[in-house]
């Protein structure tokens, strides 16, 4: 009886162990492994943005596992796709936190869902650092489990408004979808327009699916705007700068936030692409940028997917860099201890520095730029300025 | 006519008047009617512009009522061939080097086979059953062909940079080369069906299995073939829909979807089963949205509100749609 006893405390403690109990977290993955996790939009309308964010991820993970892993535990990547739907993240979060139980959350895509995913891992008290989401009222509501390393929605037309002013605008028009992002970018240039001495004569919401925007544009240039700021997307975007070149309305200036910035714009709208203005959270370009690490990493992702990352992919980057080096800062993957490293650490990365204010907020810079000769070529701010902006844009019939 | 009928019909009148002066008349009292050359320039611009793309839609929506009115079922996969048009529109231009127009010579049998196809593996087993199963089926046939599109193009837009210019009208009036185009192409698209369907023989058949199937099939009608030529024509319809969208709009494999919503709004609003309607629905829907966003303050944001509140007033005075077809 008694070696039976002895046995079966010997194999309860061998249980215990493989268990993980004697690793110091409430992990238990067999195999020495760890669960890392999220959902991000793979399909619905941010599948193309968010796509280039699952791409940094993968090659993050297989980097790390490579390397031997997350503090030597071997990562197991669970990403789930939210199909750029707010209530199908919100699921898929309480799952991947309650029945999944992963060890480490990653981001999702898009200010509005990080917004609703926020309250979720708030209540469990996990943290993560979103590389998707620049709204800042994200920020503004005491959560502390939420930490951002992109820059806020309100300076993604900062640059643009600059170079209005530098080519003596007076009056324009701010038009944007409605949705939480391209309202704070609004209200962002509305500001930006303040402090410069811009009149804005015309301020513009449009659903999201709207196609048609002949009669908007009508109507900003009977409001006499000499410059157009456009919080959109590709679709939208596109949409308009057709139909500006359709109805042969000219404009010494137009930007737009999202755009201008995803891979294939120039090329799929040709000569319609040329001289529009796009905000870029961080370009491909080290000798430009010169943060440590970029060109190999921009190395690397080529390689592997066969284009050079755009700023999506670099901030997924960056933000899994962070966190790594948090990780490593808390050796182990206690949730709390995460959240105080995040909250204070200071980590140089491929994306600039990192390092987040009272709010959890990253005062990241990000950079203007203007499509060229079908090229994308900063031109603000000054210290990063490839080359001179070419404004005011040339009348439609000389592009 | 029945009295109840003509009572309807005066009502709508009255509605339709009064939901088109309402953007005037909001206009004027937030001051953005002026009356002056330059606004009336805009105003006949939109308007121009709402008809250009009301005949599009209309198109898109001539596809789909045309398998309701024979089949009694709703195809939710509309949207997807059309899709499934900008696509293969865009391989053959970026690819092949074939002129967008062009290839709606080559593109056009494809969707044809294709909605044989559909018909056979697919709506055949729907005819008849309760309109939940056609539904159902084609939604499930929808999202393949979402997933199989983002397999082979990924979800990135895609666009076709063809005839960007502009047409100048007048000095005050503008449109764009490619809506011209586009708005050519699907009334001379929609007028060759419509004549089909009204003059040829085999047209007339359609209508008649539409009207009753039963008594077509007594009358030496082939119903079963019918109902390919029915479905693969509606197939050819949406790709050449979205032959128009590629030039137009920016697309990926998702997009879709927003076009059978609007083209079902628009057969709800014309009259389920109802070609002429079809039309008239697009061009006022078109319209409409253009109007509103043209005069009502911060009115972009409305146009959802007001075609959508048109549909559904539209619908209370008159169940049947603007043409009014009787159910059953």
């Known amino acids: 009886m008694k070696t039976a006893a002895i046995l079966a405390f010997a194999g309860a403690l061998a249980a215990l162990f493989v268990l993980g109990v004697g690793t110091g977290w409430a992990g238990h993955r067999p195999n020495n492994e760890v669960l890392v996790g999220g959902a991000i939009s793979q399909t619905g309308q941010y599948a193309e943005p968010a796509g280039r964010q699952v791409y940094s991820i993968k090659l993050w993970v297989d980097e790390v596992n490579a390397r031997g892993g997350l503090l030597g535990h071997t990562i197991v990547l669970r990403l789930l796709d939210d199909k750029s739907d707010i209530q199908t993240s919100i699921k898929l979060y309480e799952k991947l936190i309650t029945e999944d139980k992963v060890d480490l959350l990653l981001a999702p895509y898009s200010s509005g869902i990080t917004e609703a995913v926020a309250n979720v891992n708030e209540r469990y008290k996990m943290p993560f650092l979103a590389y998707g989401a620049s709204s800042t009222p994200i920020w503004e509501k005491g959560r502390r489990y939420i930490f951002n390393i992109v820059a806020v929605a309100e300076d993604y037309q900062k640059g643009a408004v600059h170079l209005a002013r530098q080519i003596g605008v007076t009056k324009a028009a701010i038009i944007g979808q409605d949705s939480l992002f391209p309202r704070q970018a609004g209200k962002g240039a509305k500001d930006w327009c303040k402090k410069l001495g811009i009149d804005v004569v015309l301020e513009e919401n449009y659903p999201t699916k709207q196609t048609d925007f002949t009669a908007l544009l009508q109507k900003i240039k009977a409001a006499d705007a000499e410059a157009v700021f456009s919080n959109s997307y590709f679709a939208d975007s596109a949409a308009q700068l057709r139909q500006m070149r359709e109805l042969n309305l000219n404009f010494k200036l137009y930007s737009s936030t999202i755009g201008p910035s995803l891979p294939n714009f120039p090329e799929q709208l040709g000569a319609t692409a040329e001289y529009v203005l796009g905000f870029s959270q961080w370009e491909p370009l080290p000798k430009v940028l010169g943060h440590p690490g970029m060109q190999e990493y921009i190395e690397r992702y080529e390689k592997r997917f066969g284009e050079k990352p755009n700023y999506h992919a670099g901030g997924a980057y960056g933000a899994l860099q962070v966190t790594e080096a948090a990780l490593k800062k808390v050796g182990s993957f206690d949730n709390e201890k995460l959240r105080d490293a995040l909250a204070t650490t200071e980590v140089q990365t491929i994306y600039g520095r990192y390092k987040v204010d009272a709010r959890g907020m990253n005062s990241h810079e990000g950079l203007t730029f203007q499509v060229l000769r079908g090229q994308r070529r900063v031109v603000w701010p000054e210290k990063w300025a490839e080359t001179r902006a070419e404004l005011p844009t040339p009348e439609w019939s000389k592009r | ?328």
């Open chain 2, 1 to 328: 006519m029945e009295r109840s009928d003509v009572r309807s019909l005066y009502l709508l009148a009255a509605f339709l008047v009064c939901a088109y002066a309402m953007p005037f008349l909001v206009g004027a009292w937030a001051g953005t009617v002026r009356l002056d050359e330059r606004w009336l320039g805009n105003l006949a611009t939109v308007v121009v512009g709402g008809i250009m793309q009301g005949g599009v839609y209309a198109m898109f929506a001539l596809g789909l009522t045309l398998i309701f009115g024979v089949m009694r079922i709703i195809n939710a996969a509309h949207g997807e061939m059309v899709m499934m048009g900008a696509y293969l529109t865009w391989v053959a231009f970026f690819y092949l080097g074939v002129d967008p127009l062009l290839s709606i010579v080559l593109t056009l049998p494809i969707a044809f086979v294709f909605g044989v196809v559909v018909q056979k593996l697919l709506l055949d087993a729907a005819v008849g059953a309760p309109e939940l199963t056609g539904l159902l089926i084609t939604f499930g046939l929808g999202l393949a062909m979402i997933y199989t599109a983002e397999l082979i193009f990924t979800t990135d837009f895609r666009t076709i940079p063809y005839a960007p210019g502009t047409v100048q009208l007048t000095s005050a009036i503008a449109v764009g080369q490619n809506r011209v185009i586009s708005f050519v192409l699907a009334v001379a698209i929609s007028t060759a069906v419509y004549l089909f369907l009204k003059l040829s023989r085999l047209g007339k058949a359609v209508r008649a299995t539409a009207l009753n199937a039963e008594v077509a099939m007594v009358c030496g009608i082939d119903v079963r073939r019918i109902y390919l030529i029915t479905t693969g024509l509606a197939a050819a319809l949406a790709v050449a829909g979205g032959a128009l969208v590629s030039i137009q709009f920016g697309f990926n494999p998702e997009t879709g979807v927003l076009y059978t919503l609007q083209a079902f709004a628009i057969i709800v609003l014309g009259g389920r089963g109802h070609y002429v309607g079809a039309l008239i629905g697009g061009l006022m829907l078109a319209v409409l949205e253009n109007l509103v966003s043209l005069m009502v303050p911060n009115g972009t944001a409305m146009v959802e509100l007001a075609a959508y509140g048109l549909m559904i007033s539209v619908l209370l005075i008159r169940p049947g749609g603007l043409m009014g077809v009787k159910e059953g």
